[in-house]
């Protein structure tokens, strides 16, 4: 399977990049990382180029939000109904509970919301779901 990575909007979080990265090769996927800095449209543009099966966003900073509340426009703009949209990291800016973070991102268009939760169950997730989606 192959994954487009990297960390949206001008996070500048490279060590977490790089263990993502990393996680996801050792559990077999190919790996498109785009590092930090990343516009959304150079996200798509990216699993299109590749076609991929998977796109992973990351966060760090809280920020996110502001950067891909146009996803789900985009993934209307191509035929994306086959990739797996996931998200993960620190995903708003201060104290926000995972209960109202993870409908705003589902209604962003993300299949899978990761809310500060340890990579390797947010891994484990998506393996579980491409299990049983793909």
Request: charged share 25%; net charge negative.
């Amino acid at each position: 399977m192959k994954v487009v990575t990297g960390v949206v909007g001008n996070d500048i979080h490279v060590v977490a990049n790089r263990l993502i990265d990393i996680s996801l090769q050792e559990r077999g996927f190919e790996v498109f990382n785009l590092g930090v800095n990343t516009h959304l449209e150079e996200f798509i543009d990216a699993v299109i180029e590749t076609d991929s099966d998977v796109l992973l966003i990351s966060s760090l900073n809280g920020e996110a939000e502001g950067w891909c509340r146009d996803l789900l426009f985009l993934k209307e703009q191509f035929d994306m109904s086959k990739v797996v949209f996931m998200i993960g990291g620190n995903l708003a800016v201060g104290e926000v509970d995972s209960e109202i973070i993870i409908p705003k991102y589902n209604s962003y268009g993300f299949d899978l919301v990761f809310h500060q939760v340890d990579l390797n169950e947010g891994l484990d997730a998506l393996e579980l779901y491409i299990k049983n989606n793909l």
